[in-house]
């Protein structure tokens, strides 16, 4: 399922993982392998750009983080079909190169509270 992303130089992105039964599992994000790729596989713009965080929002439910991101998203990059390739362990199995298509979206002003 494709997910939205700002655009600009911070990528936010939610991801859920889910087993056969399609419940949600506990997994490890391994945040030295993820990263943003273009679908080009041999354009290597944001392979060097490795999340900053991964929040746990609930089991299975996790939030990847990028700053710094360089050059920055932009509305653009959707031509070049960007996505998160993803890897991890799920009960110390691991899985490679998960794909998550990315749309990049407007970034929406921000109110002052």
Do not use: C
Not at 51 to 69: E, K, L, Q
């Amino acid at each position: 399922m494709e997910q939205t992303v700002e655009a600009g130089t911070v990528a936010s992105i939610v991801v859920n993982v889910i087993d056969d039964n399609g419940d949600h599992v506990a997994a490890v994000i391994d945040q030295t392998t993820t990263r943003l790729q273009k679908g080009d596989a041999t354009d290597t713009t944001w392979n060097s750009v490795a999340p900053t965080s991964v929040d746990t929002i609930a089991t299975g439910v996790y939030r990847i983080r990028f700053t710094g991101v360089s050059p920055e998203l932009t509305l653009t990059d959707n031509d070049a079909a960007i996505r998160l390739k993803i890897n991890g362990t799920i009960a110390g199995t691991a899985w490679t190169e998960y794909h998550m298509p990315l749309r990049v979206v407007p970034a929406t002003p921000r109110a002052v509270v």
